[in-house]
Structures are given as structure tokens and as C-alpha cells.
């Protein structure tokens, strides 16, 4: 298996129900310029469960990851937000911030955030990427790891505007940030009440929020 191979893996169950595979990967209150219509991302409600079980027979269901080869490590990384409108909170509550071990279809995997930061790279600019620039965000999604296999974001996935072109970019189409704020494990060095946050503007747009009120990104990584 190689960097950027896709992987059909577990099924997301939210309070004992399986939910099918986001089609349309961006908020179910929202269009995001470009996109036909709403999204169709499951929201969160207060003391559900967040489950990824055994890998459903129907491919609807099936999560889709992109492998990432990092040093001796293996990530297997959605390729689209599973969960909107969960706190920062209710994710590190169930384990599922620095790493919980579940079982999929017989193999044990750490199911976590990935990290993305703790500030802002150039002084207040949520677009010069994350500090410490070692975050995984920055180094496989935006790709400045150089990874063979991983797409990198062109100029206009980069810039401040946002508009059709980041919704259709071959970059946003691998990964799916536009418009969706994805939960990095950091807390945001500037205040102790907000955690980091990656995405939704610019496929390197950074920020910081309190701990309510953002959607996440599910991520796997194979237990050491």
C-alpha cells in the first residue's frame, strides 16, 4: 500500500445508528459556493456516542481514508468530515482527541484528531498555516511534507477568497476542508478556553475556537 491509496474501512455509527458516507461533505445548514445544495453531514446532539464499528457490507457506509506513510508511522486519514456540530469537549470526553483504541473488522487502531498547531504561524494571520509548522495538518493536507502520492493545494486553495474554485479544486475534492472547520488536538496558546481548529477557508487556514460549536474530522491511526 502506498501514500494516497484509498481505503474502505468501518462504518460511523452516532448514538448505536450507522450513518452513511457524507456525499455532500460540508454542513447541513449551509451551501458553500459552488455546491449544488445543503450538505448532508450528520450533526451532533448532546451525550450521543461517537462509534466507528466493523466495515459495513453496503459501500454506502464505508468510511474512505487516505493511507499516509509518515517515517515508521501509518495514518490512515478521512477524506471528508464525519461529524458536524461536536465540541472539542464531547470528543476529548470519549477519548477521541489524543487517541482511542477500537477494533475494526478484527484489526486495533488509535482513532484520534490529528494535530494542527497551537497558533497562528505569522503573527494574526489565519492563513500562513499552523505553529509548530512539524502539525500533521501542514505536513500531509497541505502537503509542505512533500509526500509522493498526496496532491498539493495550488494558489487559489491558498488565497483569502473564497469561492467556486476552492469548492471544485482537485485539492478540496481529495480532502474536503472547504467550509468544514476540522478539531486539531491543540489548545490554542492565546487562550487556555479555545482549541485550534484547521480548514474551511483555505486549505491552510488556521484558527482557534471555544470548545463548542465546530465539526471535526474523525482520524485513524494503527496502534503502534
Not at 481505503?7 to 452513511?20: E, P, V
Not at 508511522?73 to 477524506?79: C, R, T, V
Not at 492563513?127 to 509526500?147: A, C, H, M, Q
Not at 479555545?194 to 480548514?199: C, E, K, M, P, Y
Amino acid at each position: 500500500m502506498a501514500n494516497g491509496d484509498l481505503i474502505k474501512l468501518g462504518t460511523f455509527y452516532l448514538a448505536g445508528t450507522k450513518q452513511a458516507r457524507p456525499t455532500k461533505p460540508w454542513r447541513s445548514d449551509l451551501t458553500p459556493p459552488g455546491a449544488p445544495s445543503v450538505g448532508d453531514i450528520p450533526s451532533f446532539s448532546a451525550g450521543q456516542t461517537i462509534e466507528i464499528r466493523d466495515t459495513d457490507a453496503n459501500d454506502a457506509y464505508k468510511i474512505q481514508w487516505r493511507e499516509v506513510n509518515d517515517g515508521s508511522k501509518k495514518l490512515l486519514i478521512s477524506d471528508r468530515v464525519l461529524l458536524a456540530y461536536v465540541s472539542w469537549d464531547d470528543l476529548n470526553a470519549q477519548g477521541l482527541v489524543t487517541g482511542k483504541t477500537i477494533t475494526i473488522d478484527g484489526q486495533q487502531y488509535k482513532l484520534r484528531l490529528l494535530t494542527g498547531g497551537s497558533n497562528y504561524r505569522s503573527g494574526t494571520d489565519v492563513y500562513s498555516g499552523g505553529s509548530p509548522t512539524t502539525n500533521e495538518w501542514d505536513r500531509i493536507i497541505v502537503n509542505e511534507g512533500g509526500f509522493s502520492g498526496l496532491p498539493s493545494p495550488v494558489a487559489s486553495d491558498l488565497d483569502s477568497t473564497q469561492n467556486s474554485t476552492d469548492f471544485n479544486s482537485a485539492h478540496n475534492q481529495y480532502w474536503n476542508w472547504f467550509y468544514m472547520y476540522s478539531w486539531a488536538q491543540e489548545v490554542y496558546t492565546g487562550n487556555s478556553a479555545r482549541r485550534a481548529v484547521r480548514g474551511s477557508l483555505s486549505a491552510r487556514a488556521g484558527g482557534q475556537l471555544p470548545f463548542v460549536g465546530s465539526p471535526p474530522r474523525l482520524r485513524v491511526a494503527p496502534r503502534p
